[in-house]
């Protein structure tokens, strides 16, 4: 199992760089955290940037941390933590992000 949980932690450190390359981005376009929509008009787009790249980070932190259940060896109940912590650490990661980051960084109009 212990290739299980490093597949695992890759694809935790995958979320963790992408976190890392939001936060270090000078682009004058914010990053979308939605796929295929329409991103709306920020109006601070580093700061959103670091917003943005502090939840990603985060999130590949956590999800890494939920795979440590995966160590415990083949079908040990323990790896449904895993599974239903991901599913609500993504549910957590889309409320954050809608009723945080997205109302600070809207731009009114």
Request: proline content about 2%; some cysteine.
């Amino acid at each position: 199992m212990v290739f299980a949980f490093l597949a695992w932690a890759v694809c935790g450190a995958a979320f963790i760089i992408l976190g890392i390359y939001d936060s270090l981005s000078k682009k004058e376009k914010a990053f979308g955290f939605w796929a295929n929509a329409e991103t709306f008009e920020v109006n601070d787009v580093r700061a959103y940037n670091k917003a943005l790249g502090k939840l990603f980070c985060v999130f590949g932190i956590i999800f890494i941390m939920l795979g440590i259940p995966l160590l415990g060896g083949q079908n040990s109940p323990l790896v449904l933590i895993s599974v239903v912590g991901v599913m609500f650490e993504a549910i957590a990661a889309m409320v954050v992000y809608v009723t945080v980051i997205e109302k600070k960084y809207r731009k009114k109009e």
